[in-house]
């Protein structure tokens, strides 16, 4: 099981510019969430997709977007980069069980991205 | 709305003796708490989650929490720390009664175990 893989692990990118970051979920997971940790703080929550849709979404501007294909993968666009968007954004994958919400997420390694 | 506060922002324990890292967490409703940990450069990894019933709970590599629904708390515990637990911790929180799935974390702790 290769657990929730994410790429690229490394990205540089310049103001203004866009990115997309790509994650596939733990086997037998349908649930994809995305969160940005910024240096010495815990991560936040950006959005949550499952069945192709957004379920729920954090405190974020329209310029962070995503994506659920068929297969649960998932990515994370963002548009017009600033340099506060300087993080390291994890995916968390877990099962949706309808109304039951104990299960918890496994975690990516992240994709550290720098905005210069 | 739901917070989870770490009041330490790093706790330091010699090799062999207990450890403790405290969480204290705000919800309208019932919580679900996990504790995850992150080593440098990795993700975050799951050490335990209490939902209901028994107020200890164990989890990897011999750490246990302990929730207090009185003083809602959900303090980390160890009763003999290695070397290798060296590493930054987070206390999350989601709250069964809004419906929202999103997991609210603390800033983290981090534990330094000296030899």
């Known amino acids: 099981d290769a657990g929730v893989t994410q790429s690229p692990t490394h990205l540089i990118k310049t103001r203004g510019q866009q990115v997309t970051l790509r994650c596939s979920p733990k086997?037998?997971?349908?649930?994809v969430s995305w969160y940005q940790q910024a240096l010495g703080q815990g991560p936040q929550f950006i959005f949550q997709y499952y069945e192709e849709e957004e379920r729920q979404r954090g405190n974020f501007p329209d310029r962070f977007s995503g994506h659920q294909f068929p297969n649960y993968s998932s990515e994370l666009n963002v548009n017009a980069l600033l340099l506060g968007d300087s993080a390291l954004y994890l995916c968390?994958?877990?099962?949706?069980?309808?109304?039951?919400?104990?299960?918890?997420?496994?975690f990516g390694q992240g994709t550290r991205l720098t905005v210069v | 709305a739901q917070s989870v506060a770490q009041p330490e922002d790093q706790v330091n324990v010699a090799e062999g003796n207990p450890l403790t890292v405290k969480c204290t967490y705000s919800v309208s409703g019932n919580p679900y708490l996990f504790w995850y940990v992150q080593y440098p450069n990795r993700g975050l990894q799951f050490l335990l989650k209490?939902?209901?019933?028994?107020?200890l709970v164990k989890g990897s590599y011999g750490f246990e929490a302990e929730f207090n629904k009185s003083q809602t708390s959900f303090h980390l515990k160890k009763p003999s720390a290695l070397v290798s637990d060296s590493a930054l911790y987070f206390c999350?929180?989601?709250?069964?009664?809004?419906?929202?799935?999103?997991?609210?974390f603390g800033s983290g702790t981090r534990l330094q175990v000296q030899p």
């Open positions: 086997s037998g997971h349908d649930t």
């Open positions: 999350a929180v989601r709250d069964k009664g809004t419906g929202r799935r999103a997991l609210t």
């Open positions: 209490y939902i209901t019933g028994d107020n």
């Open positions: 968390a994958s877990s099962l949706w069980t309808g109304k039951i919400m104990n299960t918890e997420a496994f």
